[in-house]
């Protein structure tokens, strides 16, 4: 059987064609790299809250209540205004959560600012100490979650937090508050909170990733806790706290 | 007699409702950490909104708003991504919307851009003069 030389050209293509769709395949089917798993080990998360670029507009809170279904009239995480008179008690209000900003405005002439608040996921916290059954505990990733299927709803761990962080679900009867959104950070996405901030005034940190921004801004920033003399070992930070902070 | 029976049921109820890997990590139920993990999330970030709405996000990342999310303003969005374009998201209340970050007030920081609203636009809606994606008049 003779061959000719356009015949050669046209196997030689055929070849060439199925060849290059079968690598594809491959590539599509077994050689693409899987992706990075999550480990819990090798994160420590935290947030940083910036009080000067805190606008007090509530997109944080509305964000936190629609990621996860908290009820109305409940709150993961809120925003209180101060108005410091010199003298005088500060005054402290959180209309709603701040869920609609701050609608009444701030007296003039006075110190005033905005201060975001949510669970401090503390490390050596008050709430975990105190649940009977194990229902609240720090995740290995530095987390303070609720297993829901677990919590009794006695409530003692709502009296244990120093910061009112916690609430009883009115329909589940068992305790919720901030997850960190962990069923987003496990997912190398950030909290609903900081992804909608739009200041930039809240940000999820990892303590354990050497190329975060919080070693800088915590090298370089005079910051606070919340209550550091309950010696929780809290973990979200507050650049410029002002001393009237509760 | 009685005391030891009572201790035999206590032992194997409590062996037969405790998980066997309870205390794997701390005193808790490990399980706890994949079933919160596991939840479904609301707002799928800026990142997937520019995947579809290219001249958006362009004009939306150049302008003065580059900072602010697109779900800022226009709510969670995951099941609109995960419907492809389904599920379409309502149009922001301009009204309230706009007025939330910029309502001049005391207690927001002195560099950020206030106006007192209703002076400002005297009724008229935010986006009658300014583009939101990239607001300049």
Redesign the interface.
Known sequence: MEISRRDLFKIGGKILVLASAGATLEQIMGAAPAPEAYRRADHWWGMIIDIDKCIGCGSCVRACSNENHVPSGYFRTWVERYQVEEGKQPIVDSPNGAMEGFPIHTREGIKSFFVPKLCNHCADSPCVQVCPVGATFVSPDGVVLVDTTYCLGCRYCIQACPYGCRYLHPEKHVVDKCSLCYHRITKGLTTACCENCPTGARQLVDFKNPNDPVHEFLRNNKVEVLKPYMATQAKVYYKNLDGAVR | MVLLAGVGVFLVVRAAVIPKD?GK?????PG??D?????????A??SQCALCHDAEAKMHDAGK?A???C??CH??QAKHVEAEGGNPPKLPDVA?LC???H???????KG?PQVDTVAHSQGMLCDTCHQPHSPHL
């Open positions: 309870f990590y701390g005193h808790y139920r706890a950490l079933m919160v993990g596991g939840l479904p999330i609301s707002y970030g800026h708003h900072g602010v999310a779900e800022a709510g969670p309230n007025r939330r970050c309502e001049k007030d005391a207690a927001k920081p950020f």
